[in-house]
């Protein structure tokens, strides 16, 4: 039998789909549920399952397998997007989610998304449209639109998620299954209906799901289409025992090697990529070891925007890690000349081979400018590991602790060395700081607090010092806040605190995810971000400059 690729679009009764396909294929023949993967990734990692259902990451130009039946389900916008809030709200409320959709109710979620671009709440035409182009440059929404079109032609079976039963009966005739009930999962609960919107709620609707209302009707049109094919052929073809075969044909499948690709305007270009192990040296690294990726690119025209990326694959071309110097905080700005970036961090990837691959862009993605692309321009092995406090692949860092939950519960510990290892730590003590120099930078809007709702906020820190912050131990240096009301009374004192995940270097940064608990009452309000070195000082008693200090008005 050929096997399944089943393009999961979010809130389209994908649960219930990928339940038949496990059914019908057992448990065992079917991928997990997979989120947030490039498709590429998942079809390597899942390609002996016969079936691979989830929600893909597609790159403009990304193709469907071609030796796979690729099928997928969309759904009415308007009832989509209320299933996704409503979701997102009453089902999901515990998870880390836009704060908007916690705090507004309907009305005051769609004014505020009627602000925003049209195509940002358009989520089908979103991840459909980079199978209809192989575009490089940013697309407009119509002509994100024409390639959302063209990409169900891609599929082989499009199903509509008000008609999964009929859907279900079509891939019963395709594969020759036995048909068996179709169970729906999944389901909003205390989620508004359509037909009890709003005219203006629904005039909103309308407005922001343009495209996609129009694309909806195209999908409609091709199941329609799809569905009398098989009831005009599934008679016939049925009595003579062969399996009904609708496949389309799509491009041609890639060559067993693909070319590593190589482009852009050359304003600026990569001249060396190199990757050195703080202790294995060049193109060698453990894992547990501090490395260093350089790249030595020369600019041969003034940019005034410059944003460097990396991206490390393994050796079946599946990305292990990636960022950029614009997610990491920084845009460059270059008059012509040679330079050398550097990316440091601690090695995580397990033993093997890789290559990294390199992008000098203009914004955030290099659909709005690419100075120069280039794959597999430095390969490493990691070849040992540094550290033995661990099984397994991948390092990660493990805290463990024993809390006594009965009143006759009573424990005791003592410190263990493991046969293979020759030293052990139980800590350090961490010397008061002198120098309290630092910048801290919010990485995106502060604009969003309500009452009741801790926030997260991505920080960009920078030690501006001569001395290291030490995260761990006797008197680490953590992040933290104090709320002020707007005629600088002190209201809350000592807020909530941030650890950071690594020691930060005499001239170092980091980002750090910093949780923020707003006052328990309306008003307006100074909010002052600070480090502080636990048990010695706040970094803003000793230099007020270094604080983060933002207007909030809390409603």
């Known amino acids: 039998m050929q096997k399944i690729l089943h393009f999961h679009i979010p809130k389209t009764g994908g649960i219930a789909i990928r339940q038949y396909l496990i059914e019908q294929l057992g448990e065992q023949c079917v991928s ?9 990734d998942a079809l390597l990692r899942w390609r002996d399952m016969r079936a691979i259902s989830g929600h893909f990451s597609l790159y403009q130009g990304d193709q ?16 989509r997007f209320l299933s996704q809030y409503f979701f997102e709200k009453s089902d999901n409320a515990d998870r880390l989610l836009d704060a908007k959709v916690h705090a507004l109710d309907l009305d005051d979620y769609l004014e505020n998304l009627s602000i925003d671009k049209p195509e940002a709440v358009s989520c089908q035409m979103g991840m459909l ?4 182009t192989s575009s490089r440059t940013e697309l407009s929404t119509n002509e994100k639109y024409e390639a959302a079109v063209r990409s169900l032609e891609l599929f082989e079976l499009v199903g509509i998620q008000d008609e999964l039963d009929d859907f279900s009966s079509m891939l019963d ?3 020759s299954w036995k048909p068996v009930p179709l169970r729906f999962k999944n389901v909003a609960s205390q989620r508004l209906p359509s037909s009890a919107l709003s005219a203006s709620q629904q005039s909103k609707l309308n407005y922001l799901l ?10 409609k049109a091709r ?9 005009r052929t599934s008679v016939s073809m049925l009595d003579k025992g062969m399996p009904l075969d609708h496949r389309r044909q799509t491009a041609a499948a890639p060559t067993a090697i693909e070319q590593a690709r190589d482009f852009g305007d050359r304003r600026c270009s990569v001249l060396q990529v190199s990757v050195e192990g703080e202790i294995s040296g060049a193109n060698h690294v453990m894992v547990g070891e501090h490395c260093n990726i350089s790249i030595s690119f020369k600019v041969d025209q003034s940019i005034d925007e410059l944003n460097i990326g990396i991206a490390i694959k393994d050796e079946q071309g599946s990305l292990i890690f990636g960022t950029n110097t614009m997610l990491l905080g920084n845009v460059y700005a270059v008059i012509p000349g040679e330079y050398c970036a550097s990316f440091q961090m601690l090695n995580r990837a397990p033993i093997g081979r890789y290559v990294v691959d390199v992008a000098l862009v203009r914004s955030e993605t290099h659909y709005q400018g ?12 990691v070849h040992e590991t540094a550290a033995a406090y661990f099984e397994g692949q991948i390092l990660m860092d493990a805290n463990v602790e024993l809390v006594a939950m009965s009143p006759s519960a009573s424990w005791s510990s003592i410190t263990h060395v493991p046969s293979n290892s020759v030293m052990r730590s139980l800590g350090r003590n961490n010397k008061p700081l002198s120098e309290f120099a630092s910048k801290i930078t919010p990485m995106c809007s502060m604009d969003q607090f309500y009452l009741g709702l801790d926030v997260f906020v991505p920080m960009h820190i920078s030690n501006i010092s001569g001395e290291t912050w030490n995260a761990f131990g006797q008197q680490p240096v953590t992040l933290s806040y104090r709320w002020l009301t707007k005629d600088n009374e002190v209201i809350i004192s000592d807020g909530l605190r941030t650890r950071l995940p690594t020691d930060v270097p005499a001239g170092g940064s980091i980002i750090v995810p910093m949780k923020i608990r707003p006052p328990s009452k309306s008003g307006e309000f100074q909010l002052v971000l600070s480090l502080v070195q636990e048990s010695v000082a706040w970094f803003v008693d000793k230099a007020p400059q270094t604080a983060h200090i933002t207007q909030i008005n809390l409603a």
């Open 370 to 381: 690419c100075y120069h692309w280039l794959e597999k321009a430095a390969s490493f092995q």
């Open 64 to 79: 469907l397998p071609v030796d796979r039946c690729n099928i997928t389900v969309l759904r009415n916008p308007i009832d």
């Open 210 to 219: 343009e495209c996609e209302l129009e694309l909806y009707q195209q999908a």
């Open 32 to 40: 997990p549920s997979v989120l947030g993967n490039r498709l590429s």
């Open 129 to 132: 449209y980079p199978l209809g």
């Open 223 to 231: 199941f329609k289409q799809l569905r009398r094919n098989f009831i």
């Open 173 to 175: 005739a395709r594969f």
